[in-house]
């Protein structure tokens, strides 16, 4: 009995990983209508990024490491947005496609020329111990790492939603995503909203490969798989929703858990993906989407 | 393309014509690079010792003459289609006698088929799956299989560490971890041991909190856990945290200094079979380590010491057989009988497994120590 909340909060850290990546997916989605698939390597990228902080700068605390390696994710975000998407902005959209694959597979590339194909580990800077409040009250074995982990990435998420539904920049994010052409007439600086939704995405990308990289591990290639498990959470969600793909991710790793749990590891990504497909079945815009009618 | 047919004549005259061979070649494929890239090295490193060391002596005899050998080193990125793909190239473009290779049990048996159908006799290092020489005539290995590594480990847990249950996790995409994940769970049961847990993930996965916090539920007195050297470590920190105690164990597919590099402290009071030790009391052992720690300033693990055995396998049989040919070469293989290698004695008693020993090694302040020694 006791395994169940343990098991739950497995699933809430695995889900808040797979939120922070997922959010990223969704925004540069909801904004331009664009599936960013180096996402998942910018992840990958924050990671590692988040590794070198921590093994040059040893001394630093864990609260200045995770903004400092976010900003520099962010940098790279949004250079890569204007130096390979900006100007495919008006192509066709399997160009850009194709083009963000492009820059996933240079940086998996990048990063095993520069820092080598081993799986590594970021050193431990939040505290290991177990909670004692939770032993004893709940039964549940849970480090502080793993708790720290749920809550700070549900802080960030809670900022988030902040900017973008309190703050000037934050309107012309949802403005633009309304409608790409008449904002531009209202005197909104497009490519300046458009930068910010990348550096955004990226840096909660990258809070989310450090947080992985300390609860599991990294690897130049991880970016792949985790970025289409967020991918598909994005989707679940209803992509282009904020509120969709922070659900849809606690609800993928809540169904992961679970299947392990409680039917069978062999099962794990079937049954996972069977009620996805299911779900989507039910909603095919998602959670939190929205239908929307093509215009002929 | 007239012009082209007519230039290509004389390189085709050249290698048809060509009666006596100035070089032995042999293949050899191995992961340098992907998750297990390691492993690769630890074979690279091997490969240019013996290829010095023969060479040294002006090469192979065959007949009664001396020819130098040169190993081609293709990297199969530990996957098996990479495998097949390095295997074709070194028989039918690098046109070698014999290949050492592959590592992991999944791409050897993926090179192996291509192997036996073109007639070029292959011994594998480190593939302990029963299945990479099983119903085949020109593959060899320089390793134990994993039925008796299996039973191994399941005798230490009942005898040594006196445990009543086990519970296993293994990756299930994998030949090596399931086969002997299958075989410690029916020779622990057989040995009055109770399998408790016996949970599967998928290669590359990384999270193993849900398998790991089912296991816990059960308590186990051991976990066994026959995967590769780059997910152990995590998958013990993970049941660290999750509150597991049992006593990690595992297999082969732990021996690389990465283990304890990724792992650190929490790999201590581990223990994990293995082919060989660097603590071993053997000449021809300890004259390998000697050579291999002044040149590349680490201690050999098991994949080094098998490739090394390998090649000179190899190598012997050619000296045997007399002739560049790998029909000959294979026949002097089969009747290998009492090789000396730094892994012990080799003898293939009409199977492509040797029978030889194993050992136990505990993991003490990131060191490997030699725990205990296991016949068959």
């Not at chain 1, 959010?23 to 910018?42: C, E, K, P, Q, T």
């Not at chain 2, 009664?64 to 190239?89: C, G, H, N």
């Amino acid at each position: 009995m006791d395994t169940i909340i343990q098991q739950l909060f497995n699933a809430a850290q695995l889900g808040a990983v797979y939120a922070l990546i997922a959010l990223g997916y969704s925004m540069v989605y909801g904004i331009i209508r664009l599936i960013n698939f180096a996402h998942g390597d910018i992840f990958m990228l924050g990671g590692f990024i988040g590794l070198l902080l921590t093994t040059r700068f040893g001394w630093m605390p864990f609260f200045l490491l995770l903004p400092l390696a976010m900003l520099l994710t962010a940098l790279v975000g949004v250079t890569i947005e204007r130096v390979a998407y900006r100007r495919l902005r008006n192509a066709q959209r399997m160009s850009v496609v194709i083009t963000t694959l492009g820059v996933g597979i240079f940086l998996e590339n990048f990063v095993r020329l520069t820092v080598g194909p081993e799986t590594r580990q970021i050193p431990a800077r939040l505290p290991s111990a177990k909670v004692v409040w939770l032993q004893q009250h709940l039964g549940a074995f849970v480090t502080w790492d793993k708790l720290l982990i749920i809550l700070i990435s549900l802080a960030l998420m809670a900022i988030l939603w902040l900017v973008v539904n309190r703050t000037l920049i934050g309107t012309a994010m949802r403005a633009v995503a309304d409608n790409k052409d008449a904002v531009p007439l209202m005197g909104v600086n497009l490519n300046l909203v458009i930068a910010v939704t990348f550096a955004i995405g990226s840096a909660l990308a990258a809070a989310g490969g450090i947080f992985y990289g300390q609860a599991y591990s990294i690897d130049p290639y991880m970016g792949i798989d985790l970025g289409w498990k967020a991918f598909i959470a994005a989707v679940i969600g209803g992509i282009g929703s904020i509120e969709g793909a922070v659900l849809g991710s606690f609800l993928l790793a809540g169904v992961e858990v679970i299947t392990v749990a409680y039917l069978s590891s062999n099962l794990k990504n079937g049954i996972a993906f069977g009620l996805l497909i299911l779900l989507l079945l039910v909603w095919p815009w998602g959670i939190m989407g929205k239908p929307t009618l093509k215009k002929v | 393309m007239k012009r082209l047919t007519l230039a290509l004549l004389p390189l085709l005259a050249l290698s048809a014509c060509k009666p006596t061979a100035q070089e032995i070649k042999i293949g050899v494929s191995a992961p340098t690079t992907g998750s297990i890239s390691a492993t690769g090295q630890s074979a690279k490193n091997a490969i240019a010792l013996v290829q010095d060391e023969i060479n040294a002596g002006g090469g192979v005899k065959v007949g009664d003459k001396q020819v130098k050998v040169r190993f081609i080193l293709e990297d199969d990125e530990d996957k098996p289609e990479s495998a097949a793909t390095v295997f074709q190239k070194l028989i039918n473009q690098d046109k070698v006698l014999a290949i050492v290779g592959s590592y992991t049990s999944k791409c050897s048996n993926a090179g192996a088929p291509i192997a036996e159908a073109s007639g070029i006799p292959v011994v594998s290092p480190w593939s302990t799956n029963p299945n990479v020489t099983k119903g085949r005539k020109f593959i060899f290995r320089a390793c134990f299989i994993d039925p008796f590594q299996g039973r191994v480990v399941a005798q230490f847990a009942t005898s040594k560490l006196k445990a009543k249950t086990g519970a296993v996790l293994y990756d299930v995409a994998s030949d090596y971890n399931k086969g002997i994940a299958e075989v410690f769970r029916d020779e622990f049961t057989k040995m009055g041991g109770k399998i408790v847990g016996f949970e599967t993930y998928n290669t590359k996965d990384t999270d193993f909190s849900g398998q790991l916090t089912k296991i816990k539920g059960s308590n186990p007195d051991v976990l066994f856990l026959p995967n590769y050297f780059n997910e152990v470590p995590l998958q013990i920190q993970q049941a660290r945290k999750l509150g597991l105690t049992a006593v990690m164990l595992g297999g082969d597919g732990w021996d690389n200094p990465e283990l304890v590099k990724l792992g650190g402290k929490v790999m201590d009071g581990t223990y994990f079979s293995n082919h060989y030790s660097p603590d071993i009391d053997n000449p021809i052992a300890k004259g390998f380590i000697a050579k291999y720690k002044s040149r590349f300033g680490l201690v050999p693990d098991a994949a080094a010491a098998l490739t090394y055995d390998s090649a000179n396998l190899i190598l012997k049989a050619v000296a045997t057989a007399g002739k560049a040919d790998s029909k000959a070469i294979r026949d002097a293989l089969a009747a290998t009988v009492g090789f000396q290698g730094v892994t012990g004695n080799i003898t293939y008693g009409g199977s492509g497994d040797p029978v030889k020993g194993a050992v136990v090694i505990k993991v003490e302040d990131g060191k490997f120590v030699f725990d205990s020694a296991v016949n068959p």
